[in-house]
């Protein structure tokens, strides 16, 4: 941890202008405020707020994250994660090097993890096992899988994380391998944090190991749903309309499937635009669930990934 690493008006003041850009970001993909943060619940670099940031604390904790790492190192990626009244779940427990087996995306071995709110017990600190980076890498944490099983609810952890509590402009520093997880966020304020990966120069890969199973939820998430849509939409979808266009239009899907693929068409669009992305609990296991739901009711098999 390293306390104070921008001062609090700052922060404040960067929460202020995230705040008062998001009507704008909702226009953009042409939807309501509301509509948005029921979608969007994090952005990338792409997003011109969050690469201003990124670019000033580049250059304000470079030389810290060297003094700490012991290398020169390179910003791989930045985003800005958001968790408040429309976006309280938890993040399941997992290790950041998992997600990058070999001949996938680029390893880093830290990330920065800046908070720009107040995080208190209720605001969904971080939370580490300590040590944990020691252990063998698992394989990829894939919530999206039926079968997933969180190691955040397990005794080991409730008996040995650590929470993280914060003031504004605090930052925590912490090795790919260790395991992590939040809490859930349950009263304002909102929390807000500036997440950065940084690679470490002379450091070699970390072995890996690829997924196991035929089925990578997480990454062939929209493959599956437009297969799983095509099911739904089959006879009656022209050729060049798309199925979640189509599979929205259905009178015969629920109210809340048709509600969520309205929110993944609006967070599609807040990619394409700017940037924005939304985590876990937000959308991506709810629609899951929702379509799988409407496949059991329809007696159709679930689709088999390649
Ligand atoms: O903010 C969170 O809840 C989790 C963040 C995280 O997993 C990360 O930054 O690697
Ligand atoms: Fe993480």
Redesign the pocket.
């Known amino acids: 941890m390293v306390p104070s690493k921008l001062d609090v008006e700052t922060a404040t003041h960067w929460v202020r202008r995230i705040e008062e850009s998001l009507p704008n970001l909702a226009n953009q993909v042409g939807c309501s405020l509301d509509e948005y943060l029921m979608s969007v619940s994090a952005w990338s670099g792409k997003n011109p707020l969050v690469h201003e940031f990124a670019e000033v604390l580049r250059s304000d904790i470079t030389s810290t994250v060297e003094a700490i790492t012991g290398g020169q190192i390179e910003l791989l990626e930045s985003?800005l994660?958001m968790?408040g009244e429309n976006c309280p779940w938890?993040?399941h427990a997992?290790q950041?090097i998992a997600y990058r087996w070999q001949g996938k995306r680029q390893q880093y071995q830290f990330?920065t993890?800046l908070s720009l709110s107040t995080i208190g017990p209720m605001q969904?600190p971080?939370e580490f096992l300590p040590k944990s980076h020691l252990e063998p890498v698992s394989e990829y944490q894939d919530y999206l899988d039926p079968e997933f099983v969180d190691r955040k609810d397990t005794q080991e952890w409730k008996k040995k994380h650590q929470s993280i509590v914060m003031n504004p402009g605090d930052m925590v520093i912490?090795d790919s391998r260790v395991w992590?997880?939040?809490s859930e966020w349950a009263a304002p304020p909102r929390?807000y944090?500036m997440?950065m990966r940084w690679i470490v120069a002379g450091i070699k890969d970390t072995e890996v190991p690829s997924p196991r199973g035929e089925r990578r939820w997480m990454y062939d998430f929209s493959t599956w749903l437009e297969q799983s849509l095509q099911k739904f939409t089959d006879e009656k979808s022209q050729p060049s309309e798309s199925s979640l266009e189509v599979a929205i239009g259905l009178d015969s899907i629920s109210a809340e499937l048709r509600s969520l693929l309205q929110r993944y068409r609006i967070n599609r669009a807040a990619g394409i635009h700017h940037g924005g992305t939304a985590?876990r609990g937000m959308l991506w296991g709810p629609l899951a669930e929702a379509v799988r739901a409407e496949l059991r009711a329809r007696d159709v098999d679930a689709v088999a990934l390649p």
């Open positions: 985003k994660l968790k938890a993040t997992h950041d990330s993890w969904a971080l912490f992590h997880a939040s929390r944090a997440v985590q």
